[in-house]
């Protein structure tokens, strides 16, 4: 199927004006959901959106994260579904298993009063019986990631001859992690007269041949907004060294009236240190990333939604998708080097018309991605103070009144303990007030209640923290200003390296004759097994198989996950790399193409691109090395 060359295009308002959703064409059971779920009035996207679909035209939605995508493609879905028929009827690829979970959990939200309809979410690192006894019992709804929803095609457990719908979400994403191939694949091994519906944050150019190719007349809708962040989130940043973000983050955490709270960090070796510190001081915290097992994940968020967990400490890609009601406060413990990820950040916070507040850390070599943060949202921050020691003891003796005055409330037990504190005072003729201090110490314990004023570090010191020195862990902040949205990986490589951390070269049987490049191999890699792009070294991609540096230490489950993960279409048949990772096989025959390409880990003295970006020769690759030399480790 092709399209026109000029879609039709529909701009749709900011505001939809006097709409609800039963003026979009739905009813019944799907509307009795929405209500639920205290749904009132679309959005741009939704009202825009749901009744082309409802007509059965293919669409294009441009549109940022958080504006109601899901809503505006899951409802139509559900709202013409015909449960009798046991066999896939709509589809949905999601770059991610976060936002696979997520949207699958708002198809099950959307469908509560429908009868008998089964949802399924299809994602690596979750085991395949799951998933087979599902497929066998009938699903009529699949939601998953490109690269185990191309293994099922392969193996055969998954029969989409009578796809009715398919959804691309977040495609400019998917195709940025290397799932190119494998959504075109998807599209054309599916029927020809299905609805197709692809939702993107950008237009490139790989999605506009896409949909001019796979999508049939579509219908081009575009959100615009007056900026790119909600409105109703309340947008502040703090100047301060790295040495001091921990004492900053414990202040504000004491005098900030927060429900649930996520603390975004650049590398996941500093979720888990970080939530150990936040626990240490009396928080509820945990870490997320990408080598925390899916089940453990899934109690976590469970935990953050039931509120016996108040802190979430996470990576940008383990908390992609996250969808938590009571997150009210968001903080940037490291600030993002991009506006795309900042403004997926602060999104986990404000949804549904909720306020929400967005803290982020910056250090004074940082001020630079503030100002690009704030010129591409065009939405100024507002910068705060550091909460002084007088305004931590105001808070801490005002929750201790507020202590007392519950358990004064609790009349029952205060007239047991009256009779003692009163035969105490008589038998020791001590003052009553003076019994009650004793009773505070009690209580308190070894820690002081109030904060002691700290003596001014020297300017100096702040000065010479904030200028990069080599032993100093800031040492990523002094190439802020040329790092790409992963620089993180980087800094998490350089650490992992001097603190000697083992890393294993494996040997995947991809290479140039498959047309392979680094992206691909991170994102099939990244996604069926659970790791992120701060776990991968460098890639070296020689004619018939490539060379992954990944850490030493990778469970044995992560490994035979990764072991069924196909590239390309094929499987990578991955395993230890006994030759060494700078030595040539004597099967690569072109002398010329087969020196040893520098890429992810690859240390070098030029500011590094992404491996998602193209050089200026449109290469794949981070950076060729032409010159024959030994990669440095």
Known sequence: MTSDDNPETVEAP????????????????????????????????????????????????????????????????????????????ALVL????????????????YAAHLDDVHILPVYGGQGYGVQLSALRRGVHIIVGTPGRIMDHLDRGTLDLSELRYLVLDEADEMLKMGFAEDVETILADTPDDKQVALFSATMPAAIRRISKQYLHDPEEI????????????????????????????????????????????????????????????????????????????????????????????????????????????????????????????????????????????????????????????RQPMTQMQLPSVDEVNTTRLTRFDDRITAALGESTRIEGFRDIIAHYVRHHDVPEVDVAAALAVVAQGDDPLLL???????????????????????????????????????????????????????????????????????????????????????????QDFSLVELPADLPQETLERLDGTRISG??????????????????????????????YGDRDDRPRRSSGDRDDRGRGEASDDRKARKPRW
């Open 14 to 89: 900011e505001e939809p004006a006097g709409l609800s959703f039963s003026d979009l064409g739905l009813d019944g059971p799907v509307l009795k959901a929405l209500d639920d779920v205290g749904y009132e009035t679309p959005s741009a996207i939704q009202a825009a959106t749901i009744p082309t679909l409802l007509e059965g035209r293919d669409v294009v939605g441009l549109a940022q994260t958080g504006t109601g995508k899901t809503a505006a493609f899951a409802l139509p879905i559900l709202a013409r579904l015909d449960v009798s028929q046991k066999s896939p009827q």
């Open 94 to 109: 999601a770059p991610t298993r976060e936002l696979a979970l997520q949207v699958c959990e708002a198809f099950e939200k």
């Open 222 to 377: 575009t959100v615009k907004a007056k900026t790119q962040t909600s409105a109703n989130i309340t947008q502040r940043y703090l100047i301060v060294s790295y040495a001091q973000k921990i004492d900053a983050l414990t202040r504000i955490l004491e005098v900030e009236n927060f429900e649930g709270m996520i603390i975004f960090v650049r590398t996941k070796n500093i979720t888990e240190e970080l939530a150990e510190k936040l626990r240490a001081r009396g928080y509820s915290a945990a870490a997320i990333n990408g080598d925390v097992p899916q089940a453990q994940r899934e109690r976590t968020v469970d935990q953050l939604k039931s509120g016996k967990l108040d802190i979430l400490v996470a990576t940008d890609v383990a908390a992609r998708g996250l969808d938590v009601e009571r997150i009210s406060h968001v903080v940037n413990f490291d600030i993002p080097t991009d506006s795309e990820p900042y403004v997926h950040r602060i999104g986990r916070t404000g949804r549904a018309g909720r306020s929400g507040d967005a803290i982020s850390f910056v250090t004074p070599r940082e001020r630079g991605l503030l100002a690009r943060i704030e010129k591409a949202t």
């Open 452 to 542: 002691e004023p700290e003596p001014e570090r020297p300017s100096r010191f702040d000065r010479d923290r904030d200028r990069g020195d080599r032993g100093d862990r800031d040492r990523g902040d002094r190439r802020g200003r040329d790092w790409d949205r992963d620089g993180d990986g980087d800094r998490d490589r350089r650490d992992r390296r001097r603190a000697g951390a083992p890393m294993t070269t494996y040997r995947i049987a991809v290479g140039r004759r498959q047309r392979v490049e680094p992206r691909q191999i991170v994102g099939a890699l990244a996604n069926e097994g659970g790791l992120t792009r701060d776990d991968f070294g460098a890639i070296q991609i020689r």
């Open 570 to 599: 094929r499987l990578i048949e991955i395993r230890p790399d006994r030759g060494g990772p700078s030595r040539r096989s004597h099967g690569d025959r072109d002398d010329r193409d087969d020196k040893p390409r520098r890429s």
